[in-house]
């Protein structure tokens, strides 16, 4: 699997991110959407949540799951100079059971723009 990470928000403290697969395509020809990232940096560590799309993860044994989770917390520690220590809830979700409610952006807009920009 190729991860790419693509930043949605960013604050001081805290950023989220959309997780695409590249090597695995969608219907649209997308990189596939594996799911989002929730991260809060303090110096103790970082803390957040992982919301996985179900029916890509479900099969996958614990350990894998646990090297997953470190390979994401890697790509964002390393680079960012940020402590290696992390507590991270991990969900995983089906995608029919997600919605997005904003008064910031037209819903359909939002979801077009996190789906088309990988």
């Known amino acids: 699997m190729q991860l790419q990470l693509k930043r949605i928000v960013r604050t001081l403290q805290s950023e989220q991110y959309a997780l695409f697969d590249l090597d695995h395509l969608d219907e649209e ?19 957040g949540t992982l919301l996985l799309w179900r029916h890509h993860f479900v099969d996958l044994p614990q350990e894998e799951l646990r090297s997953f989770v470190q ?27 997600y919605t997005v409610y904003s008064n910031m952006l037209d819903t359909e807009e939002l979801a077009a723009q996190l789906a088309s920009e990988p």
């Not at 020809?29 to 803390?47: C, I």
């Not at 940020?82 to 979700?93: Q, R, Y």
Request: net charge negative; charged share 25%.
């Open 29 to 47: 020809g997308l990189p596939l959407s594996l799911g989002k990232a929730d991260l809060h940096f303090t110096g103790e560590g970082t803390y």
């Open 71 to 97: 390979e994401i917390m890697d790509d964002f520690s390393v680079p960012m100079g940020m402590p290696g220590e992390f507590l991270i809830e991990c969900i995983l979700a089906d995608e029919q059971d």
